[in-house]
């Protein structure tokens, strides 16, 4: 099984197969983040940018170390520092970076898209860092491997997806990779927050309210309310959002008693979730990290050389 | 490089060792490393995924036999040591698993066939990164000569010289113990 894409910009293009090689290498990736020295020559001298438009801590940095730890040189480029603040446009500075010759570039945009825009216009591999409520694969696959780790499979799982779907490029990635895996989706939200035709998208039941969601789930996952995406105010107040669609101890017990709880971070306590599941045994926010640095080792080092195999 | 292992129509296959002979080969390595290291004291294994890691066990088991104790074992996949990524791609990944600190320790590097000596060197730089042995020594099931670095096996099992477009192939069965090791010619 030979991975044969160049870019990784959205898990819609990745069938089965391509997915299953990627977590299955991210697992291979993990025992070297468990070494004294955490760091093999894999990528030695190959540049990656690191290009964010939109603020970020812990996707940056993941990303940031999964390059270092395959000896690969990384450079980050932040909104503030860059000159898309004077006014260049996106394709130029493209153009400007590609003069440096890099052989990856890990963009997150806050455009929907920009990605493919972007891999039309330069020759070196692009990673999709998230692009605004389209996709954000790494973090897809990352659930994927952290809810593997749990169960051993993916298929014939029931996991809820709780929050503003509408806005979540979380979302969409883990309904196309966990459609692709067979389990089935059930996303719930304040109506304001699910987008018409959702069930279109994949393997999902739209749930008119949290319980049918959660109701003997396997796996929840938790969206952060993204207020700085949202034009208007789509909700009266978090008060009243955190009543209706806030995971806490009580609601919890609809799902399996083993059921995992994720949440792509970052969290808002009490709005989306209780500090008492943030910090309960069941949840693996902490978990979801750790294996979002071998997934990005993974993605790094499959797109290199991808697509010029025969 | 190591050898594939795809079969494919029209090759002249020849046999080059059976089962009982895989085994006396490796019975024989057993005796050797014992001989040589004075005993178990500080001798561990590491085979190389995949291929190396089910003969490194077959060697524990022979020199349990032996000697009556059991040497730790470790498995090491190169993939992410290889020099070829530009030139062949990235490949699948493999896990190593090295449970024990290799400092001080006597490490014999089981392969199955020696080629190149490009996945030994690949091997050796692993092995760095788990501390540092007090020397590497290398079995190999076959020797087939063609070296493009300086590079040479302690212990063989049988010595093959081959031509460089030629093929060894060795087998294992569902349980991973070795069938056979034959030799395809193009």
Not at chain 1, 101 to 119: C, E, N, T
Not at chain 2, 68 to 79: A, F, M, N, Q, Y
Not at chain 2, 128 to 146: E, S
Request: hydrophobic share 40%; net charge positive.
């Amino acid at each position: 099984m030979v991975f044969r894409h160049k870019h990784i910009i959205a898990l819609r293009d990745l069938n089965k197969e391509e997915i299953e090689l990627l977590l299955s290498t991210a697992e291979s990736m993990r025992e070297i983040n468990g070494r004294d020295i955490k760091k093999v020559p894999t990528l030695r001298g190959k540049t990656i940018i690191n290009l964010f438009y939109e603020s970020s801590t812990r996707t940056r940095t993941s990303f940031e170390i999964a390059g270092k730890r395959l000896s690969a040189d990384t450079v980050n480029i932040a909104p503030s520092n860059s000159s898309a603040t004077k006014g260049e446009t996106l394709a130029d500075t493209a153009l400007n970076l590609l003069a440096m010759k890099p052989d990856i570039i890990v963009m997150r945009h806050a455009v929907s898209g920009s990605h493919y825009f972007l891999a039309n216009k330069v020759n070196c591999s692009i990673i999709n860092a998230g692009d605004g409520a389209h996709e954000h694969p790494s973090q897809g696959l990352l659930d994927m491997l952290t809810i593997k780790d749990k169960f051993g499979r993916l298929d014939g799982l029931k996991v809820a997806i709780v929050g503003d779907i509408t806005h979540s490029r979380v979302a969409r990635s883990d309904i196309q990779g966990l459609t692709k895996m067979g389990s089935q989706i059930f996303v719930a939200g304040p109506p304001t927050m699910v987008p018409p035709g959702v069930e279109k998208l994949g393997n999902v039941v739209a749930c008119g309210t949290m319980k049918e969601a959660i109701q003997d789930a396997d796996v929840i996952i938790m969206l952060r309310i993204q207020q700085e995406r949202q034009g208007k105010t789509l909700m009266p107040n978090t008060r009243e959002y955190s009543r209706y669609f806030g995971l806490n101890p009580v609601n919890l017990k609809l799902a399996k008693p083993d059921a995992l709880v994720m949440h792509p971070g970052p969290i808002n306590r009490g709005v989306e979730m209780s500090s008492y599941v943030v910090d309960g045994p069941q949840s693996h926010i902490l978990k979801q990290v750790e294996n979002g640095v071998a997934v990005r080792m993974a993605m790094l080092y499959h797109v290199c050389g991808g697509g010029s195999v025969e | 490089m190591r050898t594939a292992r795809e079969d494919s129509m029209s090759q002249v296959e020849t046999l080059i060792l059976d089962q009982p002979g895989i085994n006396r080969a490796l019975t024989r390595i057993a005796h050797e490393i014992l001989e040589r290291n004075k005993g178990t004291d500080n001798l561990v294994l590491v085979g190389i995924r995949t291929g190396g890691d089910h003969l490194a066990r077959l060697l524990r088991d022979k020199i349990q036999e032996i000697e009556g104790k059991s040497l730790p074992l470790g498995i090491v996949d190169v993939t992410m040591y290889r020099d070829d990524l530009d030139s062949r791609g990235p490949r699948p990944v493999g896990m190593t698993d090295i449970a024990f600190s290799l400092t001080g320790e006597k490490v014999i590097l089981v392969d199955e066939v020696l080629f190149t000596g490009r996945t030994i060197r690949a091997a050796l730089d692993a092995l760095m990164d788990f501390g540092r042995p007090r020397n590497i020594q290398l079995a190999v099931l076959i020797d087939r000569g063609h070296r493009e670095l300086p590079i040479r096996a302690d212990y063989v099992g049988r010595n093959l010289p081959t031509a460089r477009d030629e093929k060894i192939l060795v087998t294992f069965d569902a349980a991973h113990l070795p069938i056979e090791v034959r030799l395809v010619k193009p």
